[in-house]
């Protein structure tokens, strides 16, 4: 989607309202997805479609195939999910429980999407970045390394679990492989795996064993690269393109397309949101 044509999406935003979804909890999320949309075209395409604002730094004719359309949803779809984020008295958002090992996990029937990264990659912050619709869910933000040490369970409403897994590297909990690889393998409402990457120092001997983790359970995961506000725009462009060839020639269950975010100025926290619901089907008509 260019830059010049999110115009039209916006003046058809504008004259939308409530009908985008149902009741007070959709108006809510509409109102603070029109604060958005009130941005330059050239801020909204950076907050909204970071990859698409990168692969303009790119020189025409020689710009790489970044798979930019394969989740290419409209302004309309993505200010529809923002009402799933969005907590209210018929749409509670909350934590719901803590485990050790599969068995001691909530059977849950709703589909379920969960998070896991190297520890210090920034995945607790990005969990909160997703919540910010949701200020009362408690999302503990650590500066030391492996905080999370337990499989974390968070009730979106009735629409889907968000599951916050612990970071693996330093300080990852010892019986970390048992409790993950057991989740990964078993869990049966388990959607897709969001495997975080941090960009400014690209994939990692971790991340490369987590990677081949999910590659021989068959696991359909996706690659978030985190921190993309703490790089020059050259180191960053230069890292996009390692971990995009990475994606395209050595993976075969990683979602195509690269999902850049910072949990600090919110870049990219909208179109992931669009991309959960979308996965967990529920932008379905």
Same mark, same amino acid.
Not at 160 to 171: A, E, K, Q, S, W
């Given at each position: 989607? *260019?830059?010049?044509?999110?115009?039209?999406?916006?003046? @058809?935003?504008?004259?939308?309202? =409530?009908?985008?979804?149902?009741?007070? @909890?959709?108006?809510?999320?509409?109102?603070?997805?029109?604060?958005? #949309?009130?941005? =330059?075209?050239?801020?909204?395409?950076?907050?909204?479609?970071?990859?698409?604002?990168?692969?303009?730094?790119?020189?025409?004719?020689?710009? =790489? %195939?970044?798979?930019?359309?394969?989740?290419?949803?409209?302004?309309? !779809?993505? *200010? $529809? *999910?923002?009402?799933?984020?969005?907590?209210?008295?018929?749409?509670?958002?909350?934590?719901?429980?803590?485990?050790? @090992?599969?068995?001691?996990? +909530? %059977?849950?029937? $709703?589909?379920?999407? /969960?998070?896991?990264?190297?520890?210090?990659?920034? &995945?607790?912050?990005?969990? &909160?970045?997703?919540?910010? #619709?949701?200020?009362?869910?408690?999302? @503990?933000?650590?500066?030391? =390394?492996?905080?999370?040490?337990?499989?974390?369970?968070?009730?979106?409403?009735?629409?889907?679990?968000?599951?916050?897994?612990?970071?693996?590297?330093?300080?990852?909990?010892? %019986?970390?492989? %048992?409790?993950?690889?057991?989740?990964?393998?078993?869990?049966?409402?388990?959607?897709?795996?969001?495997? #975080?990457? !941090?960009?400014?120092?690209?994939?990692?001997?971790?991340?490369?064993?987590?990677?081949?983790? /999910?590659?021989?359970?068959? #696991?359909?995961?996706?690659?978030?690269?985190?921190?993309?506000?703490?790089?020059?725009?050259?180191?960053?462009?230069?890292?996009?393109?390692?971990?995009? &060839?990475?994606? !395209?020639?050595?993976?075969?269950?990683?979602? +195509?397309?690269l999902f850049p975010v910072s949990a600090m100025t919110c870049s990219g926290i909208h179109l992931l949101r669009c991309f959960i619901a979308d996965i967990t089907g529920n932008l379905d008509y």
């Amino acid at each position: 989607m *260019a830059a010049h044509r999110l115009r039209p999406c916006v003046g @058809r935003l504008f004259g939308m309202g =409530p009908e985008l979804g149902s009741g007070r @909890r959709a108006y809510s999320a509409f109102q603070a997805f029109t604060e958005v #949309l009130r941005l =330059p075209s050239k801020q909204l395409t950076k907050l909204v479609f970071p990859l698409q604002e990168l692969h303009g730094h790119f020189v025409p004719g020689s710009r =790489p %195939d970044l798979h930019l359309n394969i989740f290419h949803p409209s302004l309309e !779809d993505i *200010a $529809r *999910a923002e009402s799933f984020f969005t907590a209210s008295a018929r749409n509670r958002i909350e934590y719901l429980t803590s485990a050790v @090992r599969l068995d001691h996990a +909530p %059977d849950l029937r $709703r589909p379920e999407v /969960c998070f896991i990264g190297r520890s210090n990659v920034g &995945k607790s912050s990005l969990i &909160k970045a997703l919540f910010s #619709l949701a200020p009362e869910v408690e999302v @503990r933000v650590s500066k030391k =390394p492996g905080h999370t040490k337990k499989i974390n369970f968070y009730k979106v409403g009735k629409h889907f679990t968000l599951v916050d897994m612990p970071g693996y590297g330093y300080r990852a909990p010892e %019986d970390f492989v %048992d409790m993950v690889e057991t989740y990964l393998k078993e869990r049966k409402n388990l959607m897709r795996t969001f495997l #975080l990457v !941090d960009s400014v120092v690209g994939i990692q001997k971790a991340d490369s064993i987590a990677i081949e983790m /999910c590659e021989e359970f068959a #696991l359909p995961y996706v690659m978030v690269l985190t921190k993309i506000d703490k790089s020059s725009k050259g180191h960053l462009l230069k890292q996009v393109l390692q971990i995009q &060839k990475f994606v !395209d020639t050595k993976t075969q269950g990683c979602f +195509p397309q690269l999902f850049p975010v910072s949990a600090m100025t919110c870049s990219g926290i909208h179109l992931l949101r669009c991309f959960i619901a979308d996965i967990t089907g529920n932008l379905d008509y």
